[in-house]
């Protein structure tokens, strides 16, 4: 096996290559790459395997199996970081028409707790109140608590001023846009006081949320593309975590590509209409 | 075409059932482990299911308890192929809900005879 | 006062609560050997991910040996669990699984070499292909064939078809054998 000079690094991956990366990546992160994405791919690995100082795939490879920054930069060039309010909204859908009736069948009242990690910039966790408010017809019976957290304060600060473009709204239905936001100039809008205020957020790290009582007794947890990060004893963690977080019954929602079968033998699988999720046992 | 659900997590023995039954006539989809496949029997209808017992996240004696246990999956044939060859280990098998029990490594007309026994297909 | 209802709804039973501060102590203690005393017949999902994952954490070769014990003499559930802990270990559980290669068992052997395999290492390859060469068991040789197909040098595939001429009434091991050399390239 010969290194290549980094000068004369090819302009894309052979045909094993391609699919020992597709491999690699789908079970750490679920996510499936098809040959419609090769020049995708390519381009983005091979940025990598030039950016890492890799001698080619092959050390690039190895490399990604021990660093986990590298990995990290890895998952973030592949992935489209893009957040939107409504994104994946089968999942609100879900959350309103299966998770919460199912959790409210046998209550009267009390407390109802939600919780949005990461959080992020914020559309997630407002997107949660907007669609309860607007859907879920019990929610005067209940005190909806939703907390919304991350590790990165920045973005807390963001998401805590609750300004937003028309393009990350352009999903919410305009007579929701009208009752929630308001016009804050420049092609923006902000999400009303009294829902902003009513959201707790937080900054904390998940492995790190369960030593605080703060953290417990949730319903429902929406942890998307977070755990795809992680490398495997972290994942393991981060799902113990959350699972001591929740309460009896609670449900979590993952990304899109994610499932608990590559994470966390912990939860109980659920099949509802709107698509599979993960419950913590009664 | 049948349609056949093979657990296992060693990717090389999933490729060789792949291409036996696919040579068959058989429709195949896979999963890594049982908790995937426990995911995959939800999501689409199967006419068999063959699982191995050692994997990750849930093995394969757990993923057969929960297939019986889920009505609309309930009645799935299962054949376990393993490399576990006691008897005590068939008898856990048989307890779960397997229909049959093969020790690795199976031959391949073997596997598609099985196939087509399980799933009602002429010989 | 919705808070305080919520906290109260999320408590683990006594039983559970007493076994994970048993294992928590430990954890303190840095103990691997504790860890798995606990782990052997500990039936309660997220006690038993506690302890592994801590197990995966602690510095040393004692979490290997120790995760070698619970894989010999745990039940399914639990010897699943630890072999997917061990691959997460990295090299230093090689040397420990190593040792598992030479056990009587034909089942002990074959975990073993599932673990190697999710080591991902060319160390782990090399006690693999050893093994191929050697070992009598034909799923022994075929799980021996899935690490080498993992994390072999280019260099080994020539022995990968000495390792399915051992076999040659059984044609997975063919199959196997021909799917690593192609991986190898």
């Known amino acids: ?282 | 075409m049948p349609n056949v659900l093979i657990i296992d997590d060693s990717a090389t023995t999933r490729m060789f059932y792949r291409t036996t039954l696919e040579s068959a006539g058989f429709c195949v989809d896979e999963a890594a482990n049982g908790l995937e496949g426990l995911e995959k029997t939800m999501l689409a209808p199967f006419d068999l299911v063959i699982v191995d017992i050692n994997m990750p996240k849930m093995d394969g004696l757990e993923f057969l308890c929960e297939l019986r246990r889920r009505e609309e999956v309930r009645g799935l044939p299962a054949i376990v192929i393993s490399t576990m060859q006691r008897d005590q280990d068939r008898a856990r098998a048989h307890a779960a809900g397997a229909n049959a029990y093969v020790v690795k490594p199976i031959d391949p007309q073997a596997l598609v005879a099985y196939g087509r026994l399980m799933t009602g297909m002429a010989a | 006062m919705p808070l305080i209802r919520a906290l109260k709804r999320s408590s683990l039973s006594e039983d559970v609560r007493a076994r994970l501060a048993a294992v928590r102590d430990a954890m303190e203690a840095n103990s691997a050997q504790e860890l798995a005393t606990l782990l052997i017949g500990e039936a309660d999902g997220f006690v038993r991910e506690t302890a592994l994952t801590h197990l995966a954490r602690l510095d040393g070769e004692f979490p290997a040996q120790a995760l070698v014990r619970l894989m010999r003499e745990g039940d399914t559930a639990l010897r699943n669990a630890a072999i997917e802990t061990l691959g997460s270990l990295g090299e230093r559980a090689i040397d420990a699984l190593a040792g598992v290669l030479v056990d009587a068992d034909v089942d002990a052997r074959i975990y073993a070499l599932t673990a190697l395999q999710l080591i991902e290492s060319p160390r782990a390859a090399e006690v693999a292909l050893d093994a191929a060469l050697k070992d009598a068991d034909v799923n022994v040789c075929a799980a021996a064939i899935d690490v080498v197909a993992e994390s072999g040098a280019r260099a080994m595939a020539a022995a990968l078809s000495e390792v399915a001429a051992r076999f040659p009434d059984r044609p997975y091991i063919a199959f196997a054998a021909h799917a690593a050399q192609h991986r190898l390239g």
């Open chain 1, 1 to 282: 096996m010969s290194a290549l000079p980094r000068r004369e690094a090819p302009a894309e991956l052979s045909e094993d290559e391609f699919r020992r990366f597709c491999e690699f990546f789908y079970r750490r992160t679920g996510i499936q790459f098809g040959a419609n994405k090769r020049y995708f791919v390519d381009k983005r690995v091979l940025d990598r395997v030039r950016i890492s100082g890799s001698f080619g795939f092959r050390d690039y490879f190895e490399r990604l199996k021990r660093d986990s920054g590298e990995y990290q930069s890895l998952v973030n060039a592949m992935t489209v970081n893009e957040t939107y309010f409504y994104r994946e909204v089968y999942q609100l859908e879900c959350l309103v028409k299966s998770i919460l009736p199912e959790l409210t069948k046998k209550r009267g009242g009390g407390a109802l707790r939600i919780w949005s990690v990461p959080c992020s910039t914020g559309e997630e966790p407002y997107s949660i109140a907007f669609f309860l408010l607007e859907h879920f017809g019990r929610i005067d019976e209940f005190e909806v608590e939703i907390v919304a957290s991350d590790i990165d304060t920045a973005v807390l600060d963001k998401a805590k001023a609750g300004l937003y473009s028309t393009r990350a709204l352009q999903y919410v239905p305009t007579a929701t846009l009208a009752r929630f936001t308001a016009d804050a100039g420049g092609g923006e809008r902000r999400v009303v006081p009294a829902l902003r205020d009513s959201i707790k957020f937080t900054s904390v790290n998940l492995l790190d949320a369960a030593d605080d009582r703060f953290y417990r007794g949730f319903d429902v947890v929406f942890c998307r593309n977070l755990l795809i990060y992680f490398d495997d004893v972290s994942r393991r963690e981060a799902a113990a975590a959350m699972f001591e977080c929740m309460a009896p019954g609670g449900f979590v929602c993952l990304g899109h590509s994610e499932s608990m079968s590559r994470i966390s033998s912990l939860y109980q699988l659920r099949k509802f209409p709107e698509g599979i999720v993960y419950q913590k046992p009664m």
